[in-house]
């Protein structure tokens, strides 16, 4: 999440007179790694994998100084890095076709090739502790064992996402937290909306309840926090959304960095933090961006199913199916082919969706009704079903990418097949843990319900 401020600002780079010349500056001290593959597949749009790593090293290698560390409540250096943000950028070749930016747990349960079945997030660490251990065998050492080891790292974290979401990753960009930080202050904060106060010592965050600019290590804290929210890691992940969703339309709405001094602060923000593949022409990227207004960049989320699914070694996980996932990502990227389909893919799958309602909140069910109808969903009528605590979308025959597509727009609420249902149906059974998104009517969610619907560019909602 963190590396898409350099992507925004890479846009910047395009419009400013004053850029031109400065991106000389940034071109030849940018870190690259060459971890792409040679045999990517072309499936109609450019896929751009961007991650926030909990590294205690700049981009060259260097350590970062205690002070900075000790600002960001960056708590103590366990000698593993992980990955704990991943985003994947759908760009499709059509300029008329949204931008899509989807978020994967860090928690999410997957093969990670060659290492079993484990969270995503140590992918990238469990490639390096090998890598480690066969460089240092040859006699490698120092700076360059610490580059071979992280691009090890890289190219195996490429190579499980590509295989949880069937994309073919096209460029790489990764980002530690003290970059983050730095580039927030660098474009002058950013404002988000917190539903209620936050304060986690986990994280550092301390904000009040409300509308509110933050930068630096007040925004690491804001993305970073997970302890203490209603749905842990998925509400973590809708902040990062919000906040880029803010960030979004301030830089590229307002042009909040057609500024020399805010411009050159950046620039060197991204020189020493941020890392990207070799093959990836910023300036020209830039370029090509220019015709996409921020309201046409989206944020989502993979389908998930359990959020504590026991494992054998990794406690608690986050369930994820893969075909669910690639079904999920292809759907987002596929080109429109009717004005319901634009509106929502469902309307093309000829899934029925019915809600059942099992809390005591009236009007719950046909308020989530009317808002899965106003999507372009073909929707049944709402229905009451015993006390229920946890929300669930269950899957009749036929229906696995329809119930995902209907599971990420409720929130990212777990899924499963129902074979006892008929075919064509997908069936949302609402639990008192709902905080989804419902209708205009009846009246508003309570404080702790997410945004009322899937994330944009334009504008600021307000978040757990």
């Known amino acids: 999440m963190r590396v898409v401020v350099a992507l925004l600002s890479a846009t910047v780079v395009a419009t400013t007179g004053y850029a031109w010349s400065a991106?000389?500056?940034?071109?030849?001290?940018i870190a690259t790694s060459d971890v792409l593959s040679g045999d990517r597949a072309a499936d109609g749009a450019t896929d751009?994998?961007?991650?926030?790593?909990?590294s205690r090293t700049d981009a060259h290698g260097d350590p970062?100084?205690?002070?900075?560390?000790?600002?960001?409540?960056a708590g103590p250096d366990t000698g593993t890095v992980n990955t704990d943000t991943l985003i994947l950028v759908r760009i499709p070749a059509s300029t008329s076709a949204p931008v899509t930016a989807i978020s994967i747990p860090r928690d999410s349960y997957v093969d990670i090739p060659g290492h079993g079945t484990h969270k995503i997030n140590s992918a990238y660490a469990r490639a390096v502790a090998t890598a480690h251990d066969q460089l240092a065998a040859t006699g490698l050492a120092g700076a360059a064992l610490a580059t071979q080891e992280a691009q090890a790292g890289r190219k195996e974290l490429i190579r499980t996402v590509e295989q949880l979401t069937g994309a073919s990753v096209d460029h790489y960009a990764e980002l530690n937290l003290v970059g983050f930080?730095?580039?927030?202050?660098?474009?002058?904060?950013?404002?988000?909306?917190?539903?209620?106060?936050?304060?986690d010592t986990y994280s550092g965050v301390d904000?009040?309840?409300?509308?509110?600019?933050?930068?630096?290590?007040?925004?690491?804290?804001f993305v970073r926090q997970r302890h203490g929210l209603p749905r842990g890691d998925?509400?973590?992940?809708v902040r990062q959304q919000a906040f880029l969703a803010s960030l979004t339309h301030q830089v590229l709405s307002a042009g909040t960095l057609a500024d020399p001094s805010k411009l050159t602060a950046l620039i060197d923000a991204l020189d020493r933090y941020i890392v990207i593949d070799p093959g990836w022409d910023l300036l020209s990227f830039a370029s090509g961006m220019q015709g996409r207004a921020g309201g046409d960049i989206g944020f989502r989320t993979i389908p998930t199913g359990s959020l504590a699914l026991r494992t054998p070694a990794d406690g608690d996980a986050v369930q994820v199916d893969p075909a669910a996932v690639r079904a999920f990502v292809a759907g987002v990227s596929a080109p429109p082919t009717s004005s319901a389909s634009t509106a929502n893919p469902l309307a093309d799958a000829g899934a029925t969706v019915e809600v059942e309602n099992g809390t005591s909140r009236s009007g719950l069910g046909a308020a989530v009704t009317r808002a899965l109808a106003a999507s372009g969903t073909t929707v049944g009528p709402a229905g009451t079903?015993?006390?229920t605590t946890r929300s669930i979308v269950k899957a009749g025959p036929g229906t696995d990418a329809a119930a995902a597509q209907v599971a990420s727009d409720l929130g990212g609420l777990p899924h499963v097949d129902d074979d006892a249902l008929p075919a064509g149906h997908v069936e949302v059974v609402l639990g008192r843990d709902y905080t989804g998104p419902t209708g205009a009517t009846p009246p508003p969610p309570a404080p702790t319900s997410a945004p009322a619907q899937p994330l944009t560019a334009d504008g600021v909602p307000c978040v757990n």
């Open 23 to 29: 991106y000389d500056r940034l071109d030849g001290g």
């Open 48 to 54: 751009i994998l961007l991650v926030g790593i909990d």
């Open 64 to 73: 970062l100084p205690q002070a900075e560390l000790n600002a960001l409540d």
């Open 181 to 199: 930080a730095d580039m927030t202050q660098a474009v002058g904060g950013v404002q988000v909306c917190l539903n209620a106060p936050a304060h």
């Open 207 to 221: 904000l009040p309840a409300g509308a509110q600019t933050i930068e630096g290590p007040q925004a690491l804290a």
């Open 234 to 237: 998925l509400d973590r992940i």
């Open 385 to 387: 079903t015993v006390a």
